[in-house]
C-alpha cells in the first residue's frame, strides 16, 4: 500500500518561507507525475506545481517566481520550497503522484495534506 506522507507545513508570517516534504512509504519504480496541490478553506483544490518524469514543471500563475518544486529521486521525496509567503497561500496543501510500484502496477495517490498558515 502506497502511503505519500506530507510535512513542513507550518505559520508563518507574510513574506516568509516554508518548504514542504512529501515522502513515499514504498520503493517506487518509476513516477510519472508528483506535484502539490492545495485547498483553502471553502475553495476548490487547486493545482500548485507538478513535476514529471522527465522534469518539466506546471504551475499556477499565483506561485510563479515563488515556488520551485524539486525531487529527490533516491529518497523517493519531492519537495515544495515556498517563498515571499502570502496570506491568500494559506491552505492544506496535499502530495499527489502517478506512480508505479512495479512495471505493471500503476496507480494515483494522495497524502492526508500538511497545513500552511500565512498570517501575522
Known amino acids: 500500500q502506497v502511503q505519500l506522507v506530507e510535512s513542513g507545513g507550518d505559520l508563518v508570517q507574510p513574506g516568509g518561507s516554508l518548504r514542504l516534504s512529501c515522502a513515499a512509504s514504498?520503493?517506487?519504480?518509476?513516477?510519472?507525475?508528483i506535484g502539490w496541490y492545495r485547498q483553502a478553506p471553502g475553495k476548490q483544490r487547486e493545482l500548485v506545481e507538478t513535476?514529471?518524469?522527465?522534469?518539466?514543471?506546471n504551475y499556477v500563475d499565483s506561485v510563479k517566481g515563488r515556488f520551485t518544486i524539486s525531487r529527490d529521486n533516491a529518497k523517493n521525496t519531492v519537495y515544495l520550497q515556498m517563498n515571499s509567503l502570502k496570506p491568500e497561500d494559506t491552505a492544506d496543501y496535499y502530495c499527489?503522484?502517478?506512480?508505479?510500484?512495479?512495471?505493471?502496477?500503476?496507480?494515483?495517490?494522495w497524502g492526508k495534506g500538511t497545513l500552511v498558515t500565512v498570517s501575522s
Open positions: 499527489n503522484a502517478d506512480l508505479r510500484t512495479s512495471f505493471t502496477r500503476r496507480g494515483l495517490y
Open positions: 514504498v520503493t517506487i519504480f518509476s513516477i510519472n507525475v
Open positions: 513535476i514529471t518524469r522527465g522534469g518539466i514543471t
